[in-house]
């Protein structure tokens, strides 16, 4: 019996996604490689203008491109983990 397992594919959209997901055995894949992703699904509609420190802001920002992600992004997820422990699900 083999017992190797496949490499995840690449997926670029969610419609790929979707039917990878529909039509493929998902037990002959390697689940130790997976990382938990988190998407924003809600409309950015809402502004916010905050003072901080330049380096803060510097500091935030490096830390956004190492992650690869915009730094307003890596800000709102700062400040969804600070609510989530405020407040666990």
Same mark, same amino acid.
């Given at each position: 019996?083999?017992? %190797? *397992?496949? +490499? /995840? =594919?690449?997926? =670029?959209?969610?419609? !790929?996604?979707?039917?990878?997901?529909?039509?493929?055995?998902? %037990?002959?894949?390697? /689940?130790? !490689?997976? @990382?938990?992703? %988190?998407?924003?699904?809600?409309? *950015? %509609?809402?502004?916010?203008?905050?003072?901080? =420190? @330049?380096s803060q802001l510097e500091r935030i920002k490096a830390e956004a491109s190492k992650r690869g992600i915009k730094y307003q992004r890596f800000m709102?997820?700062?400040?969804?983990?600070?609510? +989530?422990?405020?407040? =666990?699900?």
């Open positions: 019996m083999n017992t %190797s *397992k496949q +490499q /995840w =594919p690449s997926l =670029p959209t969610d419609e !790929a996604a979707e039917r990878f997901v529909e039509e493929a055995d998902l %037990s002959r894949f390697d /689940w130790g !490689a997976v @990382e938990a992703v %988190s998407y924003e699904f809600e409309d *950015k %509609s809402a502004r916010v203008t905050m003072r901080l =420190p @330049e709102r997820e700062l400040m969804e983990r600070g609510m +989530q422990t405020l407040h =666990p699900r």
